[in-house]
């Protein structure tokens, strides 16, 4: 049986599936980069992007091609990257703890990111620091977990959950209490808006740095999708079927950690994209991780890069990302667990 | 002839001390063919053994060798290619189509990187026609009955391809129908050459199946055998408290019975 | 019946006892009537009587601490908001302010207890403190109107409530003319500017300079006087979001690229970051190099103080079109207010600290509480 014969979730073969949502996430990028202050025509975004790899006459001013390259491109760059990590990183958590209502925040990465950004707020007050903390708080609070989870090596799942939960708790009363002491006028709403979400901080110099972690990270948990399934059958069954389960649950952990982190720094806490794009991943294309990690990434990626380009063109202020993935994703999800019939 | 597993004075408990073990000084062999059916109460440690055996859990005290080989210092994968397990029944998390499952069990052949491949399902094909449920592959595994879903473990464990296997109590939940289809399949994996290592609670399946026999109860094997020999009046009741009547049957039955009374 | 009685007999005795108590305090409370006290009206036309004389004041405005210093009316305060107390400029010249209470953060959160213990006589809040004070004590409460759309009629106003209530008039009606005479100054020069050769300016706050004040509040009117375009004048931001100050908005980078001001002021960082920035490189403001620093004094001039409604204009003006203000020495204008209207005598170090935003770093009094 190969992938054309299988007809899973809604009926279309996995392969063309696939192939029909990179159309779609490059229709949605070209629309991201054509929408915003002024409406740039298609064929004027190919160009400015051809011209950058081939000589063509330049017939647009020099400040279009600096908005669609240095703005509304690190911008999209950041949707794409954030959007395919955090689904991605989501799905292949949901295989290891064996559970669905699982998101990438479960290990406590956002907690981490968003104590590191604060004292970046408060003690440097620069966009560099908040970047540069909130990742290396994200693994402090990731290996804090971990260490703490081997303390009882029996039950490696349920230890990762519950040390996850004492290590979030712990890193967001710090957060809590630093916003609390933080100047109310500049500092706190500071704390407040990154924990939010944006992608409006983000600069080409940005996606230089994350972009290879991001794409690392995906590019590991996409060479062992299979093996995740096997981990989905729970640890004896895997571990029966001769598979080092320690050793790919720590590459698991490692991938999504890293791959989430990043993602954090650069746009803050979007939440609910790592937990909803999975489902909407499985209800089109079935568990199989073979198939499911793709079609994820394209569809977390299209999605992100929708929502905020349909949110910078309908409004004149910013409003923060992380609450507009919330507000979609939660009546997604409502959604689809009334609409799941044979399982998650 | 070499037994494909050699177990060898194991004991096993999940603190450091001793004292509180959940098995100790087991041993036996199996060969080709073999169909070694271990009887006993619950909570008597026969699934923990089993686990140690097909090296799921580690940690144990004693040898367990695998073709000559002691399986705790061979890969995972290498055992697995050898050593089947079929666990008892689990509610799946995610339905993945009943093929999906069977095609698992071709990971130890494959690299961490790897997906199967054409072969591999086609192996998979295979097992899952042994056991006669091919006809189920595109099923998702959420929807099958409490038989299907074992015989789909045991297509899964087949597929690896083992010289042995061991299935922790295959008929447990199953109606008449399924026990029998189950020591069917048993029964001519053993035949083609797999050594079978069985936990069940139905002493009747030893004497159907069984090539050898044993009751473990307290924690240590307290009788070891031909069937026969050790399914008996006595020792039913000393296991189980209650009273039993073993009684060779004939007209066309031609085997021992195990007959309860209240 | 007897036991009716004896019970009809304790549960009135009862009651007069319980009368009695509740009766007390009301009875100490009348018997302090024998004080002198005046009645003042507060800014939502609310008469209050305060005690005469009236030393003992609770400041809770939030920009508005620094009116006790312009009214010379320091010696009158009894307790004052944790802003105030960590302002730099403030510690440095009058190091006594670190012994006031400070038991309001930001509005809405009081520490009561504190607020008792500094025994004031009068409490002067916004809407939100006032009513929390009200409800929890039994302090007087006059009511200050301040929010972000308010202008230089409603600062005057302001500062002759205010003066009303230390008996500063004299020295309230002093910053007034000195704002008047300083504002009329500025227009003066700047008034004859054709359209088109005026500068279109931008404050940007916030650590990735694309947070702003909208055209409808009070940093439009300083604009416009020093003779400038306002960048965000079509947009509406009083009564926006929680979490940020009302009256400050986000906004994507395009947005301030489609305005492309001729100057841009920030709150944080270095004009050089920007210059650097592929981002910001295209505007009008970071090519020519006209990306300055916002300067803070008491509190930093992008607020809607009293100090920034005199100096704000006066700094941009002469920022924006030096060569119409010649013969201005931005740093003697400084010394001279801080001097005149605060009695703060700035030495040069300190005046051009103040003017390169340097102050900001200040000693948070919330810190302190480690």
């Given at each position: 049986m190969s992938a054309q014969d299988k007809r899973l979730g809604i009926g279309i073969a996995p392969g063309k599936l696939i192939v029909f949502l990179a159309f779609v996430l490059g229709a949605v990028a070209v629309i991201a980069l054509m929408l915003g202050q002024s409406t740039i025509p298609a064929a004027t975004i190919v160009k400015i992007l051809a011209s950058q790899l081939f000589p063509i006459d330049r017939t647009w001013p020099q400040t279009l091609e600096s908005i669609v390259l240095d703005i509304r491109l690190p911008r999209l760059l950041a949707g794409i990257l954030v959007g395919a990590g955090l689904s991605i990183s989501g799905a292949a958590f949901q295989g290891l703890f064996r559970n669905p209502l699982v998101s990438p925040h479960i290990l406590g990465v956002s907690a981490g990111a968003g104590l590191g950004a604060a004292l970046a707020i408060l003690f440097f007050g620069n966009i560099l620091a908040i970047q540069l903390f909130s990742f290396i708080f994200s693994l402090i609070a990731v290996?804090?977990?971990?260490?703490?989870?081997?303390?009882?090596?029996?039950?490696?799942?349920?230890?990762?959950?519950?040390?996850?939960?004492?290590?979030?708790?712990?890193?967001?009363?710090?957060?809590?209490?630093?916003?609390?002491?933080?100047?109310?006028?500049?500092?706190?709403?500071?704390?407040?808006?990154?924990?939010?979400?944006?992608?409006?901080?983000?600069?080409?110099?940005?996606?230089?740095?994350?972009?290879?972690?991001?794409?690392?990270?995906?590019?590991?948990?996409?060479?062992?999708?299979?093996?995740?399934?096997?981990l989905a059958m729970g640890e004896e069954d895997a571990r029966a079927l001769g598979v080092n389960t320690g050793r790919i649950r720590l590459t698991i952990i490692i991938c999504a950690t890293m791959i989430s982190a990043a993602a954090v720094s650069v746009a803050g806490i979007i939440g609910w994209i790592g937990l909803v794009i999975p489902h909407i991943g499985r209800l089109l294309v079935g568990p199989d991780n073979k198939y499911l990690l793709p079609v994820v990434v394209l569809v977390g990626a299209s999605y992100l890069v929708a929502v905020d380009t349909l949110a910078r063109s309908a409004f004149a202020s910013e409003i923060p990302i992380g609450i507009l993935t919330a507000l979609v994703g939660a009546p997604i999800f409502a959604y689809l667990l009334r609409k799941t019939r044979s399982g998650w | 002839m070499t037994p494909l597993v050699e177990v060898q004075d194991i004991s096993f408990s999940y603190s450091s001390d001793k004292a509180h073990s959940i098995f100790r000084?087991?041993?036996?062999?199996?060969?080709?063919?073999?169909?070694?059916?271990?009887?006993?109460?619950?909570?008597?440690?026969?699934?923990?053994?089993?686990?140690?055996?097909?090296?799921?859990?580690?940690?144990?005290?004693?040898?367990?060798?695998?073709?000559?080989?002691?399986?705790?210092?061979?890969?995972?994968?290498?055992?697995?290619?050898?050593?089947?397990?079929?666990?008892?029944?689990?509610?799946?998390?995610?339905?993945?189509?009943?093929?999906?499952?069977?095609?698992?069990?071709?990971?130890?052949?494959?690299?961490?990187?790897?997906?199967?491949?054409?072969?591999?399902?086609?192996?998979?094909?295979?097992?899952?026609?042994?056991?006669?449920?091919?006809?189920?592959?595109?099923?998702?595994?959420?929807?099958?009955?409490?038989?299907?879903?074992?015989?789909?473990?045991?297509?899964?464990?087949?597929?690896?391809?083992?010289?042995?296997?061991?299935?922790?109590?295959?008929?447990?939940?199953?109606?008449?129908?399924?026990?029998?289809?189950?020591?069917?399949?048993?029964?001519?994996?053993?035949?083609?050459?797999?050594?079978?290592?069985?936990?069940?609670?139905?002493?009747?399946?030893?004497?159907?199946?069984?090539?050898?026999?044993?009751?473990?109860?307290?924690?240590?094997?307290?009788?070891?055998?031909?069937?026969?020999?050790?399914?008996?009046?006595?020792?039913?009741?000393?296991?189980?408290?209650?009273?039993?009547?073993?009684?060779?049957?004939?007209?066309?039955?031609?085997?021992?019975?195990?007959?309860?009374?209240? | 019946m007897k036991v009716h009685l004896i019970i009809k007999t304790i549960f009135f005795q009862y009651l007069a006892l319980l009368l009695v108590t509740f009766m007390l305090p009301v009875a100490e409370g009348q018997s302090q009537t024998s004080e002198k006290t005046r009645l003042i009206t507060d800014m939502h036309g609310k008469k209050v009587s305060v005690p005469d004389p009236l030393n003992r004041v609770a400041l809770f405005g939030g920009p508005t601490g620094q009116i006790a210093y312009i009214l010379g009316a320091r010696n009158q305060l009894c307790a004052v908001t944790s802003a105030l107390k960590g302002s730099e400029l403030i510690n440095a010249f009058d190091p006594t302010v670190k012994s006031l209470p400070a038991p309001r953060s930001i509005s809405g959160q009081i520490n009561i207890e504190e607020l008792v213990l500094s025994n004031p006589q009068l409490v002067i809040a916004g809407t939100m403190d006032g009513s929390i004070v009200e409800k929890k004590t039994k302090i007087p409460v006059a009511y200050t109107e301040s929010n972000m759309n308010h202008g230089r009629e409603l600062l005057k106003r302001e500062i002759r409530f205010y003066a009303s209530v230390f008996q500063k008039e004299e020295r309230g009606e002093k910053y007034i003319a000195?704002?008047?005479?300083?504002?009329?100054?500025?227009?003066?020069?700047?008034?004859?500017?054709?359209?088109?050769?005026?500068?279109?300016?931008?404050?940007?706050?916030?650590?990735?300079?694309?947070?702003?004040?909208?055209?409808?509040?009070?940093?439009?009117?300083?604009?416009?006087?020093?003779?400038?375009?306002?960048?965000?004048?079509?947009?509406?931001?009083?009564?926006?979001?929680?979490?940020?100050?009302?009256?400050?908005?986000?906004?994507?980078?395009?947005?301030?690229?489609?305005?492309?001001?001729?100057?841009?002021?920030?709150?944080?960082?270095?004009?050089?970051?920007?210059?650097?920035?592929?981002?910001?490189?295209?505007?009008?403001?970071?090519?020519?190099?006209?990306?300055?620093?916002?300067?803070?004094?008491?509190f930093i001039w992008d607020r809607p103080t009293a100090e920034a409604a005199v100096l704000y204009p006066l700094w941009l003006a002469k920022t924006v079109y030096p060569e119409r203000f010649k013969d201005l020495d931005m740093m003697q204008e400084v010394k001279k207010f801080y001097r005149e209207v605060m009695s703060f005598n700035l030495n040069d170090t300190q005046a051009k600290a103040l003017l390169n935003g340097s102050y900001k770093r200040s000693i948070d009094a919330a810190h302190g509480k480690w």
């Open positions: 290996s804090m977990t971990y260490g703490l989870s081997r303390v009882y090596r029996t039950t490696p799942i349920l230890m990762l959950v519950l040390s996850g939960i004492i290590v979030g708790a712990l890193f967001s009363s710090c957060t809590s209490l630093l916003k609390y002491i933080a100047d109310p006028v500049n500092e706190m709403p500071s704390i407040v808006f990154w924990m939010l979400g944006s992608l409006n901080n983000a600069s080409n110099r940005d996606m230089i740095i994350v972009g290879p972690i991001i794409l690392i990270g995906i590019a590991v948990l996409f060479s062992i999708r299979w093996r995740i399934n096997l | 000084n087991v041993s036996f062999s199996i060969r080709q063919g073999d169909i070694f059916c271990i009887l006993g109460p619950n909570g008597t440690g026969k699934t923990t053994l089993l686990k140690c055996v097909a090296n799921v859990i580690q940690g144990w005290y004693g040898t367990i060798y695998f073709g000559g080989q002691n399986i705790s210092v061979m890969k995972t994968s290498e055992v697995a290619r050898g050593i089947g397990y079929v666990p008892q029944n689990q509610t799946p998390s995610f339905p993945f189509q009943v093929m999906d499952i069977v095609v698992m069990g071709r990971a130890p052949h494959l690299t961490v990187f790897s997906s199967p491949s054409k072969k591999d399902s086609e192996i998979a094909c295979e097992a899952m026609e042994m056991v006669g449920i091919l006809p189920l592959a595109e099923r998702p595994c959420t929807m099958l009955s409490g038989g299907e879903w074992q015989l789909t473990l045991i297509a899964r464990a087949l597929a690896q391809e083992p010289r042995v296997m061991i299935l922790d109590e295959p008929a447990s939940h199953l109606d008449l129908g399924n026990q029998m289809r189950i020591l069917r399949v048993v029964k001519s994996l053993a035949e083609s050459g797999i050594g079978i290592v069985m936990a069940t609670h139905f002493p009747d399946h030893a004497f159907l199946v069984a090539t050898e026999a044993a009751i473990m109860n307290h924690g240590i094997i307290a009788y070891k055998g031909p069937p026969d020999e050790v399914i008996t009046d006595s020792n039913m009741r000393e296991t189980y408290g209650v009273d039993v009547r073993v009684i060779q049957v004939g007209e066309g039955v031609d085997r021992k019975a195990c007959f309860t009374s209240l | 000195y704002l008047e005479k300083t504002i009329a100054f500025v227009k003066s020069r700047t008034a004859d500017i054709p359209e088109e050769k005026k500068k279109k300016v931008f404050n940007a706050y916030s650590h990735n300079h694309l947070v702003t004040l909208g055209g409808d509040t009070f940093m439009h009117e300083r604009i416009v006087t020093a003779g400038c375009i306002d960048a965000t004048a079509e947009m509406k931001t009083t009564g926006s979001k929680e979490g940020l100050h009302s009256g400050l908005t986000e906004i994507s980078q395009e947005k301030v690229l489609d305005w492309n001001p001729d100057i841009l002021i920030i709150d944080s960082g270095k004009p050089e970051d920007l210059y650097k920035d592929a981002r910001w490189k295209n505007i009008t403001a970071v090519r020519n190099r006209q990306v300055y620093i916002q300067p803070v004094g008491v």
